[in-house]
């Protein structure tokens, strides 16, 4: 049976982890990105589909080509942060399904249903992409996920003559504790939730 984890590693996973705006000048290695998939990949997904497909945007080439397709805002933190994700989703990724869920034919429940095979790559590769928060988070890393790019060019740019589609984005880094606003709120259980 698991333990639960003690106060400071909820904390760096949760409680005082945050959304970053900027980075200090310090870079992610191969090793960290290889180690945040590699904790990532365990993450649950429906019949362990795994319909994420990253693009780690490290050069100052990628993170140019990626920023001019957001916000200028969103361009100005892609461009200064030593890694920007592009988290896609395969639409075909039961053609896997044989090799990564050998259980049952769970090839036949996608092949032939596109509305579901899309419905389930973004579920699950949003999915991917909170345990990629999470494992970053785990390593001493931090995230700013964002969306506010145009999707059709960044697939265009980057995912072109592929099956994947762009989900969102999210820089990486050492965050700049200069950057973060104030917490916005983070209502009590009554609030949001109903036990029936």
Known sequence: MSKPLDAAALDQLFRTARTYN?????????????????????????????PARLIWC???????KLAALALPANGDKIRKAPVTVIIG??????????????HADARSW??????????TAFRNSSLQG??????????GLDTGP???FNNEAVDQAFFADTNVK???????????PSSIFDRSPRPAFERFNTVV
């Open 130 to 139: 909170a345990y990629f928060m999470l494992a970053a988070r785990a390593l």
């Open 110 to 119: 996608f092949a032939n249903t596109p509305a579901l095979a899309e419905a």
């Open 58 to 64: 490290a050069s100052a080439e990628a993170k140019e």
């Open 22 to 50: 900027g980075y200090l000048d310090k870079p992610v290695s191969p090793e960290q990105r290889d180690a945040i998939w590699e904790l990532m990949k365990f993450g649950p997904t429906s019949a362990n589909c795994l």
């Open 166 to 176: 762009s989900n969102f984005i999210s820089t990486l880094g050492y965050g700049d």
């Open 89 to 102: 989703m395969d639409l075909e990724f039961y053609e896997h399904l044989p090799e990564l869920f050998p």
């Open 146 to 148: 964002m969306s506010g």
